[in-house]
Structures are given as C-alpha cells and as structure tokens.
Nanobody, 124 residues
Framework: QVQLVESGGGLVQAGGSLRLSCAAS????????MGWFRQAPGKEREFVAS????????PYADSVKGRFTISRDNAKNTVYLQMNSLKPEDTAVYYC?????????????????WGQGTQVTVSS
C-alpha cells in the first residue's frame, strides 16, 4: 500500500514558477516509477511527466517539455515537479501517481496509486 500527499500548489502569475512535492509512504517507493498528471475543468486527466525508479528516465508531455522538471529523492520518499515559465493553460489540479513497475510513462493505467491532487492556478 502506498499513500501519496501532494503539496506546493497555489496561484501564480503567468511566467512564474511553482514547485510541487509528493510525499509517499510505503516501502515500495524506491522501486517504482512515479508520475505527475493534471486535469483541467471539463477536460480529461493528462500526463505531465514521469520518472523511473532510479531517476534515469524522465519522459515529458510535449506541452511542458523545457519548462517542467521532474525529480525524485528516494531517501526522502518524495517526488518533485519544478514548473517554470507557467502559462494560463497550465491551470489544473495536479496529481501524483505511483506506477506499477520500475518504468512508466503516459498511460494512466500504468499507475495504481494516486494522490488527492493540488490546485495550480496561473493568472494571465
């Protein structure tokens, strides 16, 4: 069993930055890939980024590539999402998720534990 708690969301102006954190409980954190997804009002949940269990593979959605950086600290059971150059279209609830295996990417079916989400609002 893994429990995930996101933090770091908030209101920021366009061009600003936020850093999301996801604290995980459970002994399997360091052996699982982790991902960030987001869901805007009226839209489906979409993949943002993921990081493999060792941190050596980090695929990103095209919409955030070059602006967002995912990382993890296995000693702290925490995964991060650094978001720079934020745009109004980045406004969404951001969810942290724990994958079923070592590597994972865009398919939500590859994740079996989800956090409650944290709101990110980017004003223009």
């Amino acid at each position: 069993q893994v429990q995930l708690v996101e933090s770091g969301g908030g209101l920021v102006q366009a061009g600003g930055s936020l850093r999301l954190s996801c604290a995980a409980s459970g002994r399997t954190f360091s052996s699982k890939a982790m991902g960030w997804f987001r869901q805007a009002p009226g839209k489906e949940r979409e993949f943002v980024a993921s990081v493999s269990y060792r941190g050596d593979s980090t695929p990103y959605a095209d919409s955030v590539k070059g602006r967002f950086t995912i990382s993890r600290d296995n000693a702290k059971n925490t995964v991060y999402l650094q978001m720079n150059s934020l745009k109004p279209e980045d406004t969404a609830v951001y969810y942290c998720a724990c994958a079923r295996s070592y590597y994972s990417a865009a398919d939500p079916q590859g994740y079996d534990y989800w956090g409650q989400g944290t709101q990110v609002t980017v004003s223009s």
